[in-house]
């Protein structure tokens, strides 16, 4: 079992950053392929970047990695998610989630585990 604990959200202008964490308690965290997902508000829920066990990374859309740069650090049980240039439509509650899978993974139905979220609003 794995609880997901984020932070680093808030209220922001265009054009400001900000940097997500995620810390994990349990055991085995480097065993688990972790993610990044947001949710606007009336939107389904969206992967932003998949982070695997190596600490590869992949982007959902080219577009999103231009801004963002997701990270994990195995010994401090904690995942990334540096978000720069932030825009309005950028506003959303950011998860992160793990998942026992082997590959990696965009589908939410793929990640056992997640976080409770943190809001990040963006204004113009």
């Known amino acids: 079992q794995v609880q997901l604990v984020e932070s680093g959200g808030g209220l922001v202008q265009a054009g400001d950053s900000l940097k997500l964490s995620c810390v994990a308690s349990g055991r085995a965290f480097a065993s688990y392929n972790m993610a990044w997902f947001r949710q606007a508000p009336g939107k389904e829920r969206g992967c932003v970047a998949a982070?695997?066990?190596?600490?590869?990374?992949?982007y959902s859309s080219d577009s999103l990695s231009l801004r963002f740069t997701a990270s994990r650090d195995n010994a401090k049980n904690t995942v990334y998610l540096q978000t720069n240039s932030l825009r309005p439509a950028d506003t959303a509650v950011y998860y992160c989630?793990?998942?026992?899978?082997?590959?990696?993974?965009?589908?939410?139905?793929?990640?056992?585990?997640w976080g409770q979220g943190t809001q990040v609003t963006v204004s113009s």
């Open positions: 989630a793990a998942s026992k899978y082997y590959s990696p993974s965009y589908a939410v139905a793929d990640y056992d585990y």
């Open positions: 982070i695997l066990r190596s600490g590869s990374v992949t």
